[in-house]
């Protein structure tokens, strides 16, 4: 509609523009939103009209009324005019019947209103209205149908000049001098369609337009009032190029006329024309579109551009060249209907979302004004801006695809609410008797005048301002609206509100019809503000924290009725100063309700102790106690709760170890020795090892704690000399090898008062001191001796034995045997042992063997002695050991009955007998008779207790009789064992030596 209002051309078929319309309106839902600032109402239309029928915008004022266009119920259009009450219709001048009637292009001019009329034949005239009636103003020519006076109307030299279609289909520049209409020639042969198209524009004292050239091509025009001439253009445009009027109209800047142009190669640039030619103004780049749609700010020309890239962009042109501003996004474009507000220029944006919003350019850069909502694309802000009431206004399509009236007011965008549920405002908005009129399509479909009233709510709340105690209640009561919505949510009026802590600001919404505002009442309370702490509290115990170890935090108070006690929790002191005057509690005076700000000190008392923590209590009647968290650390005394000892005594060569026992945080021991500091001695155990002589002397150890130090008692020490390391006895250290133990006591002498101790080469000390001798090769030893009053060691002497021979490893003699019948046999075992028991067939307590003269002797000992055997048994000995008991079998003895053995008597002349006289033992002599043995290996040895052999004398062949003389008065008093063994018996006897 836009581009028939500028043309001043009635559609060709009203019908289908109105389906335009309702088709984009079909797009929509209703929607309500929340506004401020603007009251709008509907204006009743005067008579019923129907669907996309009703008041149809175009507005002008004149003689103290405003006018437009209306569609009436008979589809006729008509004048209508509004008186600031209600609206009424002017009669048409004939009869126009549908879509025919008032046109377009009102204009005042001398005291009466001019328009475009298509009349009943559908000829298009100059309408008059003087304030009373309408009249038409016959045409030049005969202009058949659909021809004649197209409007784009200008007030020229006290004349009304526009644009007409002639009876030859051509356009002309037509002139109205208040009584009649006349032509102004075409300056060339201009033909259908072609001739003046309008647009006109008054510069330099002449009247200004486009034309369409014989060519088809568009020039600028040029009158006088009289006679119509050509401007040449600056290139070779041909058909439908130079001053073409898509996009544009001429505007004057800088003593120039200007205007979009389309060039000889088919792009868009801007033209100017001096008074005297035209020439064309470079685009900013080398491949975009001067878009047109101008404006004037800050002396300055802007309009859209289409860049390169195929974005459209704000141009500015200085009166030199044009450069690209540079859009408030990536993505988005300009698009049209750029106004002046505020000092800044305004215009719709399309951004990179899709989304329309409203673009501010403040001569520098541009910016976006956020909208209203979060729509989808293609919603937003539509264009059509008005400024009014010091606010900026527009259309708005919200969210829900419907018109809305936009407010801009400088900060921020708001949505005023539509009079009823319906599509929304038209936009063709003006001023009138301080109010602000549009066209607007109401929820039936009807269009009506709407008018937005600036609303004048006059809201208040009582009382405004009060002051309570903490913790009392607030009644509140607002007046100058119908509803109220409180900041808090409720909807009650007065507004109650109990237990108040705090100063509060209590605000309310008011509204009544679509118009709100805002009040706010604001409640003081008795308060004390306190801040957080800052600092550390330490100290040592007994002594309270001194600077900089100390807590601080600020406190002030408002609306109060008393002063402030400052409350110091257990362990604490405050002060208002950091160094001096701490106590318990302090006051800060109040003056006229207010306590200044103040830092408060806090140090721990000198009575603290450990890890302290409370809250510092900040009281004033009337106000709600403050506290406010403390916390510092005492650190504790070193102390010694256990002394060293007083004294020790220990051998020379030992480790000797003494400590102390602390409590409280210490951070060193440094021990001493007298006065001397002792390197590596820096525990709470003093320990010193191999100790000699020197050492003897007295200890003490420095405690130091983080707090304090202090010096232990004293430990003295006393050093015991240790006896000198055994001698060696002249005794050979190589032996024959025996399955007798051997003692090893008589190969080291020990001195007087001390007592020998035998060791494994492994560390072990061997006791008793005995070791067997069964293995050939070299064994190792070591002996000290211990001092018997002192309990000292020696050091140790190296003892080496080598063996010469391996013994025999049985066990018994003989393990198996064939005798005659009668024979006397003698089985013998070669375990030592503590106790012998013999067995026959079998190891149970039946088959034990007691003494019987007649049948076995030696049943005890390790020889038995089987008398006149009889029959083949098996026989078995369990010797009782240091290791346990072992048992010997079976020793088979097997009976031949075919041969007869020596009378019983031979035999017995041939039992192993050994004899000692004396016993007990004297003059350190042992005396002894061994008989039985003759012709056969014998070995008489000497065995202490202990199994060390003291003497031994072997025969490979004895004689009947073996005497026995050996001196061991060396050896001391005690029982020996002297026993006698040939390859068939043994005989073991106990001494006892005095």
């Given at each position: 509609?836009?581009?028939?209002?500028?043309?001043?051309?009635a559609?060709?078929?009203?019908?289908?523009?109105?389906?335009?319309?309702?088709?984009?309106?079909?797009?929509?839902a209703?929607?309500?939103?929340?506004?401020?600032?603007?009251?709008?109402?509907?204006?009743a239309?005067?008579?019923?009209?129907?669907t996309?029928?009703?008041?149809?915008?175009?507005?002008?004022?004149?003689?103290?009324?405003?006018?437009?266009?209306?569609?009436n119920?008979?589809?006729?259009?008509?004048l209508?005019?509004?008186?600031?009450?209600?609206?009424?219709?002017?009669?048409?001048?004939?009869?126009?019947g549908?879509?025919?009637?008032?046109?377009?292009?009102?204009?005042?001019?001398?005291?009466a209103?001019?328009?475009?009329?298509?009349?009943?034949s559908?000829v298009?005239?100059?309408?008059?209205?003087?304030?009373?009636?309408?009249?038409?103003?016959?045409?030049?020519?005969?202009?058949p149908?659909?021809?004649?006076?197209?409007?784009?109307?200008?007030?020229f030299?006290?004349?009304?000049?526009?644009?007409?279609?002639?009876?030859?289909?051509a356009?002309?520049?037509v002139?109205?001098?208040?009584t009649?209409?006349?032509?102004?020639?075409?300056?060339?042969?201009?033909?259908?369609?072609?001739?003046?198209?309008?647009?006109?524009?008054?510069?330099?004292?002449?009247?200004?337009?486009?034309?369409?050239?014989?060519?088809?091509?568009?020039?600028?025009?040029?009158?006088?009032?009289?006679?119509l001439?050509?401007?040449?253009?600056?290139?070779?445009?041909?058909?439908?190029?130079?001053?073409?009027?898509?996009?544009?109209?001429?505007?004057?800047?800088?003593?120039?006329?200007?205007?979009?142009?389309l060039?000889?190669?088919?792009?868009?640039?801007?033209?100017?024309?001096?008074?005297?030619?035209?020439?064309?103004?470079?685009?900013?780049?080398?491949?975009?579109?001067y878009?047109?749609?101008?404006?004037?700010?800050?002396?300055?020309?802007?309009?859209?551009?289409?860049?390169?890239?195929?974005?459209?962009?704000?141009?500015?042109?200085?009166?030199?060249?044009?450069?690209?501003?540079?859009?408030?996004?990536?993505?988005?474009?300009?698009?049209r209907?750029?106004?002046v507000?505020?000092?800044?220029?305004?215009?719709?944006?399309?951004?990179?979302?899709?989304?329309?919003?409203?673009?501010?350019?403040?001569g520098?850069?541009?910016?976006?004004?956020?909208?209203?909502?979060?729509?989808?694309?293609?919603?937003?802000?539509?264009s059509?801006?008005?400024?009014f009431?010091?606010?900026?206004?527009g259309?708005?399509?919200?969210a829900?695809?419907?018109?809305?009236?936009?407010?801009?007011?400088?900060?921020?965008?708001?949505?005023?609410?539509?009079?009823?549920?319906?599509?929304?405002?038209?936009?063709h908005?003006?001023?009138?008797?301080?109010?602000?009129?549009?066209?607007?399509?109401?929820?039936?479909?009807?269009?009506?005048?709407?008018?937005g009233?600036?609303?004048?709510?006059?809201?208040?709340?009582?009382?405004?301002?009060?002051?309570?105690?903490a913790?009392?209640?607030?009644?509140?009561?607002a007046s100058?609206?119908?509803?109220?919505?409180?900041?808090?949510g409720?909807?009650?009026?007065?507004?109650?509100?109990?237990?108040?802590?705090?100063?509060?600001a209590?605000?309310v919404?008011?509204?009544?019809?679509?118009?709100?505002?805002?009040?706010?009442?604001?409640?003081?309370?008795?308060?004390?503000?306190?801040?957080?702490?800052?600092?550390t509290?330490?100290?040592?115990?007994?002594?309270?924290?001194?600077?900089?170890?100390?807590?601080?935090?600020?406190?002030?108070?408002?609306t109060?009725?008393g002063?402030?006690?400052?409350?110091a929790?257990?362990?604490?002191?405050?002060?208002?100063?950091?160094?001096?005057?701490?106590?318990?509690?302090?006051?800060?005076?109040?003056?006229?309700?207010?306590?200044?700000?103040?830092?408060?000190?806090?140090?721990?008392?000198?009575?603290?102790?450990?890890?302290l923590?409370?809250?510092?209590?900040?009281?004033?009647?009337?106000?709600?106690?403050?506290?406010?968290?403390?916390?510092?650390?005492?650190?504790?005394?070193?102390?010694?709760?256990?002394?060293?000892?007083?004294?020790?005594?220990?051998?020379?060569?030992?480790t000797?170890?003494?400590?102390?026992?602390?409590?409280?945080?210490?951070?060193?021991?440094?021990?001493?020795?007298?006065?001397?500091?002792?390197?590596?001695?820096?525990s709470?155990?003093l320990?010193?090892?191999?100790?000699?002589?020197?050492?003897?002397?007295?200890?003490s150890?420095?405690?130091?704690g983080?707090?304090?130090?202090?010096?232990?008692t004293?430990?003295?020490?006393?050093?015991v000399?240790?006896?000198?390391?055994?001698?060696?006895?002249?005794a050979?250290?190589?032996?024959?090898?025996?399955?007798?133990?051997?003692?090893?006591?008589?190969?080291?002498l020990?001195?007087?008062?001390?007592?020998?101790?035998?060791?494994?080469?492994?560390?072990s000390?061997?006791?008793?001191p005995?070791?067997?001798?069964?293995?050939?090769?070299?064994?190792?030893?070591?002996?000290?001796?211990?001092?018997?009053?002192?309990?000292?060691?020696?050091?140790?002497?190296?003892?080496?034995?080598?063996?010469?021979?391996?013994?025999?490893?049985?066990?018994?003699?003989?393990?198996?045997?064939?005798?005659?019948?009668?024979?006397?046999?003698?089985?013998?075992?070669?375990?030592?042992?503590?106790?012998?028991q013999?067995?026959?067939?079998?190891t149970?307590?039946?088959?034990?063997?007691?003494?019987l003269?007649?049948?076995q002797?030696?049943?005890?000992?390790?020889?038995?002695?089987?008398?006149?055997?009889?029959?083949?048994?098996?026989?078995?000995?369990?010797i009782?050991?240091?290791?346990?008991v072992?048992?010997v079998?079976?020793?088979?003895v097997?009976?031949?009955?075919?041969?007869?053995?020596?009378p019983?008597?031979?035999?017995?002349?041939?039992?192993l007998?050994?004899?000692?006289?004396?016993?007990?033992?004297?003059?350190?002599?042992?005396?002894?008779?061994?008989?039985?043995?003759?012709?056969?290996?014998?070995?008489?040895?000497?065995?202490?207790?202990?199994?060390?052999?003291v003497?031994?004398?072997?025969?490979?062949?004895?004689p009947?009789?073996?005497?026995?003389?050996?001196?061991?008065?060396?050896?001391?008093?005690?029982?020996?064992l002297?026993?006698?063994?040939?390859?068939?018996?043994?005989?073991?006897?106990?001494?006892?030596?005095?």
């Amino acid at each position: 509609m836009e581009h028939f209002v500028r043309m001043g051309t009635a559609p060709r078929n009203p019908f289908l523009y109105l389906l335009l319309w309702a088709g984009l309106w079909l797009l929509s839902a209703p929607a309500l939103f929340a506004q401020t600032g603007l009251q709008q109402s509907l204006i009743a239309n005067p008579d019923n009209a129907g669907t996309y029928q009703g008041y149809q915008g175009q507005p002008i004022v004149f003689n103290n009324a405003l006018y437009g266009l209306y569609l009436n119920e008979s589809g006729v259009y008509q004048l209508a005019k509004y008186n600031g009450t209600s609206l009424t219709l002017i009669a048409n001048p004939d009869n126009a019947g549908t879509y025919e009637g008032y046109d377009s292009g009102l204009i005042v001019f001398k005291n009466a209103l001019y328009g475009v009329y298509r009349n009943a034949s559908r000829v298009y005239q100059l309408v008059k209205y003087n304030g009373t009636s309408s009249t038409l103003i016959a045409n030049p020519d005969e202009a058949p149908t659909y021809l004649g006076y197209y409007g784009q109307p200008i007030v020229f030299n006290d004349a009304l000049y526009g644009k007409y279609m002639n009876k030859s289909g051509a356009y002309q520049l037509v002139k109205y001098n208040g009584t009649s209409l006349t032509l102004i020639a075409n300056p060339d042969n201009a033909g259908n369609y072609q001739g003046y198209h309008g647009d006109p524009i008054v510069f330099n004292n002449a009247l200004y337009g486009r034309y369409m050239n014989a060519s088809g091509a568009y020039q600028l025009a040029k009158s006088n009032g009289t006679s119509l001439t050509l401007i040449a253009n600056p290139d070779n445009a041909e058909f439908y190029q130079g001053y073409v009027d898509d996009l544009d109209y001429p505007i004057v800047f800088n003593n120039a006329l200007y205007s979009q142009y389309l060039n000889a190669s088919g792009a868009y640039q801007l033209a100017k024309y001096d008074g005297t030619s035209s020439t064309l103004i470079a685009n900013p780049d080398n491949a975009g579109s001067y878009e047109g749609h101008s404006i004037v700010f800050n002396n300055t020309l802007y309009g859209q551009y289409l860049n390169a890239s195929g974005v459209i962009q704000l141009a500015k042109y200085n009166g030199t060249s044009s450069t690209l501003i540079a859009n408030p996004d990536n993505a988005g474009s300009y698009q049209r209907s750029p106004i002046v507000f505020n000092n800044a220029l305004y215009g719709q944006y399309l951004n990179a979302s899709g989304v329309y919003q409203l673009a501010k350019y403040d001569g520098t850069s541009s910016t976006l004004i956020a909208n209203p909502e979060n729509g989808p694309s293609y919603r937003g802000y539509m264009s059509d801006p008005i400024v009014f009431n010091n606010a900026l206004y527009g259309k708005y399509m919200n969210a829900s695809g419907v018109i809305q009236l936009v407010k801009y007011d400088g900060t921020s965008s708001t949505l005023i609410a539509n009079p009823d549920n319906a599509k929304g405002c038209d936009g063709h908005s003006i001023v009138f008797n301080n109010a602000l009129y549009g066209k607007y399509l109401n929820k039936s479909g009807v269009y009506q005048l709407v008018t937005g009233v600036p609303c004048a709510l006059s809201l208040s709340i009582n009382p405004s301002s009060l002051t309570i105690t903490a913790g009392g209640s607030v009644t509140l009561t607002a007046s100058g609206a119908t509803t109220y919505t409180w900041s808090n949510g409720s909807t009650a009026n007065p507004l109650i509100v109990s237990n108040v802590t705090s100063a509060t600001a209590f605000s309310v919404t008011g509204v009544t019809g679509t118009c709100s505002a805002t009040a706010t009442a604001s409640v003081s309370v008795a308060t004390i503000t306190a801040g957080t702490t800052s600092g550390t509290i330490t100290a040592c115990a007994g002594t309270a924290s001194a600077l900089p170890a100390v807590q601080q935090f600020n406190v002030s108070g408002s609306t109060l009725s008393g002063n402030i006690v400052a409350s110091a929790p257990l362990g604490f002191e405050l002060s208002t100063t950091a160094s001096t005057g701490y106590a318990a509690s302090l006051t800060l005076t109040q003056s006229s309700g207010v306590v200044a700000n103040t830092t408060i000190y806090v140090r721990s008392s000198a009575s603290a102790s450990g890890n302290l923590s409370g809250n510092v209590s900040l009281a004033s009647s009337g106000a709600t106690t403050q506290n406010v968290a403390v916390s510092g650390t005492v650190t504790p005394l070193a102390t010694i709760t256990a002394q060293p000892v007083a004294s020790s005594s220990v051998c020379a060569g030992t480790t000797v170890t003494v400590s102390v026992s602390t409590s409280g945080p210490v951070s060193s021991y440094q021990w001493y020795k007298g006065g001397t500091l002792l390197s590596g001695q820096t525990s709470a155990t003093l320990t010193l090892t191999n100790l000699s002589t020197t050492d003897a002397g007295s200890y003490s150890v420095v405690v130091t704690g983080n707090c304090n130090s202090l010096t232990s008692t004293a430990f003295s020490l006393t050093i015991v000399a240790r006896p000198d390391a055994p001698a060696l006895t002249p005794a050979s250290s190589s032996l024959a090898a025996t399955l007798t133990p051997l003692s090893l006591t008589g190969f080291a002498l020990a001195t007087t008062g001390n007592s020998l101790h035998f060791f494994q080469a492994g560390g072990s000390e061997l006791s008793p001191p005995t070791i067997n001798i069964t293995t050939a090769g070299v064994m190792s030893f070591w002996v000290g001796q211990t001092s018997n009053a002192s309990g000292c060691k020696s050091s140790l002497t190296p003892l080496s034995l080598t063996i010469t021979a391996t013994p025999t490893s049985q066990t018994a003699t003989p393990t198996s045997q064939t005798v005659c019948r009668s024979t006397n046999v003698t089985l013998n075992v070669t375990v030592e042992g503590t106790a012998y028991q013999w067995y026959k067939n079998g190891t149970t307590l039946a088959n034990k063997l007691t003494e019987l003269t007649s049948a076995q002797r030696g049943t005890t000992t390790a020889t038995l002695t089987l008398v006149n055997l009889q029959t083949t048994a098996d026989y078995y000995c369990k010797i009782t050991t240091p290791n346990g008991v072992q048992t010997v079998g079976p020793l088979k003895v097997s009976v031949n009955f075919g041969c007869s053995a020596r009378p019983a008597a031979e035999e017995a002349d041939l039992q192993l007998l050994v004899l000692v006289r004396p016993n007990p033992i004297v003059d350190g002599h042992l005396r002894a008779l061994v008989k039985g043995a003759q012709g056969q290996a014998l070995n008489v040895a000497l065995y202490s207790l202990q199994g060390e052999l003291v003497n031994q004398q072997v025969w490979d062949s004895a004689p009947a009789e073996v005497n026995l003389d050996w001196d061991i008065s060396q050896r001391s008093m005690g029982v020996l064992l002297l026993r006698a063994q040939t390859p068939t018996q043994q005989q073991t006897i106990r001494l006892i030596q005095n």
